[in-house]
């Protein structure tokens, strides 16, 4: 069985109060509108990214999303880790790394040659976790947003 179950509009009501979770763990200031309207286009299969659910299929613990876009410096399609949530009650259990390491053969799969994802400059746990997954820190650079 694997860790991760691609979710579709059916699973809307399973993520909605993650998502909501993950947002208030990180401060992300929102609404339930705005998480719905987020989501909608992803579960409906936008060539853009992709949600897929974390654990069992009947009872996920978390989530994991994802934007794709392009990269001329690593010469191809990549990948954004956008959100990345696990039940504080079952964090510590191994089920983040499965997720990570079953997305990233997913991707690779379908010709993705680099995975980023962001992580809070306070956050030393989740920056140790994705050490161990692979992921590197880019001394020379930052993430720097514009919203449009």
């Not at 996920?60 to 949530?85: H, K, N, T």
């Amino acid at each position: 069985m694997s860790v991760l179950t691609a979710a579709g509009p059916e699973h809307l009501s399973r993520l909605l109060p993650m998502v909501a979770a993950y947002h208030e763990y990180e401060g992300i200031v929102s609404t339930d509108s705005r998480r719905r309207a987020a989501l909608e286009p992803l579960l409906r299969g936008t060539p853009l990214g992709q949600v897929w659910l974390i654990g069992p299929k009947m009872a996920p613990v978390g989530y994991v999303a994802v934007g794709l876009g392009w990269s001329i410096e690593f010469a191809g399609p990549d990948a954004f880790v956008d959100e990345l949530y696990i039940r504080e009650a079952v964090r510590g259990r191994g089920m983040g790394s499965q997720a990570l390491d079953a997305l990233a053969i997913e991707l690779s799969g379908r010709g993705v040659v680099a995975l980023h994802l962001e992580v809070a400059h306070g956050n030393a746990r989740a920056q140790a976790f994705c050490a161990r997954r692979g992921f590197a820190r880019r001394e020379n650079y930052f993430l720097m947003t514009r919203r449009l």
